[in-house]
Each structure stands twice: as structure tokens, then as C-alpha cells.
């Protein structure tokens, strides 16, 4: 049954900074293609989407460059909104959750549960800076990882080996406020008590969307659900963000994750006084189709958190949540930090807003985003994929089946639409008329299933029959035919006629199949077939009579342009380049650290005399298990053999490391890493280059001698 009304979302960017294409094609450009072609159908559809402005990454970006939190994310809401105009996302509203609408709609919500008791009340210890009053977030401590060993980690997560973390894991824990190590000390949260909702989100995800839902959602909500699900706070002590609405709840704002999905909301009722509509049947009618589009690391927040959100508030749930994958740039995994990334705001500074850019050069982004889209595994962008794909397919393909269509409509048919003899029409014929219609209900079937690249390929898999067909009808030859005689000047013409009529309705039928994805170039083929936007719409895919017999048309102009081999290499060099810088000034900074900043604060002999270093012999090494960077060490100290494990993986093999002698910290307290005790911690030494080397001594040692 077809749904009375669709609400589509897409995540809420995080308004902390500029995003890259490896956003867009996870969330924002399958929502839009799945939104127009639901406006096509002429379906009543509300498209939202916004700025995420609250949670620790602003605050922690304000500090970056100097500014404020307000500053920060007026600033980058701003270019968020902009880069996706640019590139032709159309949201019936990018709001953001700064604005008041959307503090009062997360408040009522915190409201609405808290008096029915669906919330919980917890004390805890959690970590607070003495030096600057406060109780730090996550991302305000920085540690060394357990999993790697590396010494800047964050609370939440470490950079360097992607492990995701929580603040008591990790080593030597510090606040990056004041660089002192914080105290432990009593607070009081609301928490949403996931684990009572086990049993219906089993029912609900594994049974009853068993068989629409993509394998990967379904795969991790199961891998969370069979865990046990826990308490979750959605309060937390900081000043940024939407406060708690309650008297006793001084210095709290709601947790991030529980208020930006209701962002969505917020963003609803915003439209809603915009446009005069009403906003409630969108989130209370259960004839609303609910589709909200992510990436990969928001299925847990999308498939379990926000539904028992909405459930308990008697919302609608969602109906399908088709979350990405992650794309690559050119090998190797996007990253902010390392500076290998492509920003929408390069690629439209570079190719749209250039000469011989235009909107255009967004639809080419576009086209090559939706044939690699990471639906079901991770996908690579490469500036050489991006150049085969609009070279050898868009203007080679699709754009070439239109030109020459035109081109031979002015040449033979004096720029007008020949009539179709259909006395005449042979099997060729009848073969391409048979595709376009079938066509239509291959591609409506994918995009209902939002298999978005399976139905770009049958788009761009019929022009490239309709180039096979005029390759076989051989017009021009045709025409040669008409310097001869009578009945055949005759049968020469009407073949030319029948030929380009095809031609002519498939190109306005290739116009409607490719405005959900590229609508840049549907509106300039509506434009040179002199025809309204109208004529886009679902319902006249397939038919043959799209453009009147006699009518003139515009003459040909090319769709696109190729990519050159000199703007490909540019791109890679660049890349590079940026990258290259990144590490260079990585290494200056932290060389210099090394110097000044990262000296330890001074202590007095008996502080280091409570350390006992003592000598050993490793005995035997070997991987652990599901984890790239852990040895578990077998180390002979004279007096008895430890099991260590140590994050040096990536430096040494196992087989190096056999009867070395290293010096081990004896009685630091036993640390459960991967299921495995380690009974103590071998010393390493970290070069400027980030390699490690193993601090061991010059002469042979009996195992177990102290180290002084």
C-alpha cells in the first residue's frame, strides 16, 4: 500500500567544521535521489535535514581557532548549507538545533519522558578537572590507549588505532584543560533505560524488518541487542547545549545523541510554520512512511536509541533506515586529521565555480558519488575513476546518445519531431520501444529498494541501446538514399523519420530517468527539447508520445565536458601535498614538544624510586587475536615468568623479539587488555618519526635485576 506521506531525514552534520564527499554519498545525495524521485511521483514528501550544533566537538573546535562556540557554528552552518545548494541537495528545510524551536522541542521531549518515568536517575563518578571546576566530556581527556599504546588517545576514542574508548580505560588519563590529571568525583544523571526494551527492538528490527532492511543494519543492531543493552545517560555536565529543564539540574544540557535526532522534529515543525502546513501528521499518522538516511557509524543512535525515543513519545517509528558504508579517497581511509580528504568545498571551488564549471560539474560529482555508492561494503573514490566515469559513460554514453540525436533531428528532419509510421516499424523497432517501457519498471522497482547504483546503471544501460539502435538504423545512410528515385526517396525518409521519433522520445524519456540523480542536466535536456519541467514528472516515463509530432526543438549542445588528464593529476598532487604538509607539520610540532610542552611535570627521587624496573627476557611472542596492534609477551624475570601485552605490533614481528632482553615496569597493577591480564609493561622509546625501538641494556643481565 502506498504510504499517505513520506518523511525523509538525513543525519545532521555536526556544524564543527567543512565535510567531505565521503558525508555526501553516505547520506545526503542517496536521500536526495530517493526525495526527488518521490516528487516525480508526485507523492507528499518533507525532506529534512540540518546543522548539529551542540556536544563537545564545538566547544573543542572554538578552542582550535580561538573563538566561540557561537562563532563556530554560525560560521560553519553557514558553509554546510551553502556546499549542499551547490551541489544541488534539495531539503525542504536545512534548519539547526541552536535555534529555539528546537530547544523547546528537545526540552518537552526530555519532559514528556521524565514525568512518565521512562527515565532513570544515577550517581556516578565521573572524571572532573579541579583546576578549571568541571566535569570533563570525553573529548576533554587524553591518555594513553590500552589497545596501541599511543599517549594522546581521547576519552571516547583513539585516533591513531581507531578503538573506541571510555575515559576510565585509559593510562595516565589528564585534562586537556589543564593539563592535570582529574579526580574522580560524584554526579548525578538521568539515564534511558535501554536494557527494558530489549525484547520489543529484537521483535521489532530482527522480525518484523527481517527482510527489507539492509544486512548491515540488521547485522549490527543484532551484534548491540545480543550484548544487553544498558542505561543510557542522556544528561551530561557541561554548558553547551539544550539545558535540562528542571530546577535541580544546574550546569546539565542533554546529551548530544539524544538531541540532535530530535532535530528532525524540531526541523519539521520549523518547515511547518514556514509553508503554513501542519507538522503533526508527519510524526503521528502511521500512514507517514518514516526514512531516515546515515552512514554506518549512526546505526546504532537511528536503529535503537532514537526508535525507543520515539516510541515512548507515541511517534511514529521509522520504516527503513538504509544506512551506508564508508567511502575511501585513492587507497586509503578519509581522515581529517591526516589531511587525505576531498571537502565539498574544494571540489566546488575547483570544478563548479571555475570556468567550464557550473551545475553541470555537479551533476559529473554526483553521477560518479551514485555509481560508487558504499551501499553494502566500503567503496574508493579515485580522480581516475571520477575522470572514466564522466568521460567514459556520461559523455561517451549518455550524453553522446543525445547529441547525435539532436544533431542528426536538425541535419535530416529540419529540427523537428518526425512522425512514427508505425505501417513500417520493424523489429528494431519494436525492441527499443519495448525497453523504454520495461526499463521504467526496472528503474522504479531499485529506487523503491534503494538500490540507487543498480538503477543509475539501467539509466545509463538504455542510452546506451538507444546508441546501439541508431548504430543499427544507420540514419545518415539512409539519407544518402533520398538522392535516388521515387519509392525510394520514399522508404529512405519514413526509416529516417521512424528512427529519430524513437531517438527524440527516448531522450525525453532518458530526461525523466536521470532527474533523480543528475536534475541539473534533466533541466537543461527539458530546455533544449522546449518543453516545462512538468513533463518530468513519474507518470510520463515510458510513453512515446512525450514530444508532439512537427515540434521544433533547440539546437544540440553538449551536456558535459571531459575531464582532462591535466586537472586528474592536479587533484592527486594536491592531495598529496596537503597530506604531506599535515605529517611535516605533525612532526615539527611534536618534535618540538618533545623539547618543551611534553616534559612531564618535576618530580623528587622517591617518586621515581617507587617504580620497579627490573630486567627481562622475552621467551616467546605472538598476535593477539582481532587486534592489529597487541603482542602478548611471554617474559622470563628470574624470579618468574609474566604474561605482558604491549602495543608494539606494527614495529616488531614476533620472531624479532625472541630471548631480547627489555626492561619491564614489575609492579605496575595488572591491566585486563583483549581478555588477557598483563602482569607489567616493557619499556619502548618513541622517535620523532613515530617508530619505536625497545630500551633495553648495552651488556647482557641476570633476568630480575633491578634497573637504577
Known amino acids: ?72 557554528i554560525d560560521k560553519y552552518h553557514g558553509i554546510i548549507k551553502e556546499n549542499f545548494d551547490d551541489l544541488s541537495i534539495s531539503f525542504d528545510i536545512y534548519d539547526r538545533t541552536s535555534n529555539p524551536i528546537h530547544h523547546e522541542t528537545a526540552q518537552e521531549f526530555f519532559t514528556y519522558l521524565n514525568d512518565r518515568d521512562d527515565l532513570e536517575i544515577k550517581e556516578s563518578e565521573q572524571y572532573y578537572d579541579e583546576e578549571a571546576q568541571t566535569f570533563l566530556a570525553d573529548r576533554y581527556i587524553k591518555g594513553t590507549c590500552p589497545n596501541c599504546g599511543f599517549e594522546n588517545a581521547y576519552g571516547d576514542q583513539c585516533e591513531r588505532c581507531g578503538t573506541s574508548l571510555s575515559p576510565d580505560e585509559l593510562i595516565n588519563p589528564v585534562s586537556t584543560l ?84 530530535i532535530g528532525y522534529i524540531s526541523a519539521t515543525k520549523q518547515w511547518a510554520l514556514n509553508t503554513g502546513n501542519d507538522w503533526k501528521p508527519y510524526w503521528l499518522d502511521k500512514e507517514t512512511k518514516l526514512v531516515h538516511f546515515i552512514g554506518k557509524d549512526n546505526i546504532v543512535f537511528h536503529c535503537i536509541i532514537f526508535p525507543v525515543m520515539l516510541k515512548l513519545h507515541e511517534y511514529i517509528l521509522p520504516d527503513n533506515v538504509p544506512a551506508n558504508e564508508f567511502m575511501n579517497l585513492e587507497g586509503d581511509k578519509m581522515s581529517t586529521s591526516r589531511n587525505w580528504k576531498l571537502e565539498m568545498q574544494d571540489y566546488i571551488d575547483d570544478f563548479i565555480k571555475k570556468e567550464n564549471g557550473g551545475p553541470q560539474m555537479a551533476d559529473a560529482l554526483r553521477y560518479y558519488l551514485t555509481t560508487i555508492l558504499p551501499e553494502t561494503k566500503d567503496s574508493e573514490f579515485t580522480w581516475k575513476g571520477f575522470q572514466d566515469a564522466v568521460n567514459g559513460e556520461l559523455v561517451a554514453v549518455f550524453a553522446n546518445f543525445f547529441n547525435r540525436t539532436f544533431v542528426l533531428m536538425h541535419k535530416l528532419t ?131 508520445k512525450l514530444l508532439s509530432v512537427g515540434y521544433s526543438l533547440r539546437p544540440p549542445q553538449l551536456l558535459f565536458r571531459k575531464i582532462e588528464d591535466a586537472e586528474v593529476q592536479y587533484q592527486v598532487d594536491k592531495l598529496r601535498t596537503m597530506s604531506n604538509q599535515q605529517e611535516a607539520n605533525k612532526n615539527e610540532t611534536s618534535s618540538d614538544q618533545s623539547q618543551i610542552a611534553n616534559l612531564k611535570s618535576e618530580i623528587v627521587y622517591d617518586d621515581f624510586d617507587k617504580l620497579d624496573l627490573r630486567i627481562g627476557t622475552i621467551l616467546s611472542a605472538e598476535k593477539v587475536q582481532k587486534a592489529d596492534k597487541l603482542l602478548k609477551l611471554e617474559v622470563d624475570l628470574g624470579f618468574e615468568k609474566r604474561t605482558i601485552v604491549s602495543g608494539i605490533a606494527q614495529h616488531f614481528s614476533p620472531e624479532e623479539l625472541l630471548n631480547k632482553q627489555v626492561i619491564v615496569v614489575a609492579n605496575l597493577a595488572p591491566r585486563k587488555m583483549r581478555g588477557i591480564e598483563s602482569q607489567g609493561m616493557i619499556l619502548t622509546a618513541e622517535e620523532p618519526n613515530g617508530k619505536l625501538i625497545l630500551v633495553n641494556p648495552n651488556n647482557v643481565a641476570q633476568n630480575g635485576s633491578n634497573v637504577k
Not at 545512410?477 to 525518409?493: H, L, N, S, V
Not at 530546455?527 to 516545462?532: D, I, P, Q, T
Open 1 to 72: 500500500m502506498t504510504p499517505k506521506r513520506y518523511l525523509i531525514t538525513a543525519a545532521l552534520p555536526y556544524a564543527n567544521g567543512l565535510k567531505h564527499i565521503g558525508h555526501l554519498a553516505g547520506a545526503y545525495l542517496p536521500a536526495d535521489i530517493y526525495v526527488r524521485y518521490l516528487r516525480a511521483q508526485g507523492r507528499d514528501v518533507v525532506f529534512v535535514c540540518g546543522s548539529d550544533e551542540h556536544g563537545t566537538a564545538i566547544p573543542i573546535q572554538a578552542m582550535k581557532e580561538g573563538t566561540t562556540s557561537q562563532a563556530i
Open 178 to 261: 589543564s593539563g592535570k590529571p582529574p579526580v574522580k568525583k560524584a554526579t548525578r544523571h538521568w539515564y534511558l533505560p535501554l536494557n527494558k526494551h530489549e525484547d520489543w527492538l529484537r521483535n521489532w528490527i530482527l522480525n518484523q524488518h527481517q527482510n527489507d532492511w539492509k544486512a548491515n543494519v540488521l547485522g549490527q543492531c543484532k551484534s548491540w541487542i545480543d550484548a544487553g543493552l544498558q542505561p543510557r545517560a542522556v544528561t551530561r555536565d557541561l554548558d553547551w547545549g539544550v539545558k535540562v529543564p528542571l530546577p535541580d539540574a544546574e550546569g546539565k544540557v542533554l546529551y548530544v545523541w539524544f538531541d540532535a535526532p
Open 414 to 544: 529540419y529540427g523537428k519531431v518526425p512522425k512514427f509510421h508505425n505501417d513500417i516499424a520493424d523489429a528494431k523497432d519494436k525492441e527499443l520501444i519495448s525497453e523504454i517501457q520495461n526499463s521504467k519498471v526496472r528503474i522504479e522497482r531499485l529506487l523503491e529498494e534503494y538500490k540507487f547504483r543498480d538503477a543509475l546503471f539501467e539509466v545509463i544501460d538504455l542510452a546506451r541501446k538507444g546508441n546501439k539502435y541508431m548504430q543499427e538504423k544507420e540514419p545518415w545512410i539512409k539519407a544518402k538514399q533520398i538522392y535516388g528515385e521515387g519509392a525510394i526517396i520514399e522508404e529512405a525518409q519514413v526509416q529516417i523519420d521512424n528512427c529519430l521519433h524513437l531517438c527524440l522520445q527516448l531522450c525525453a524519456n532518458l530526461a525523466i530517468f536521470i532527474n533523480p540523480f543528475l536534475p541539473n542536466t534533466a533541466k537543461k535536456m527539458c530546455h533544449l527539447m522546449k518543453v516545462v519541467d512538468k513533463m518530468l514528472a513519474w507518470e510520463n516515463a515510458g510513453t512515446l
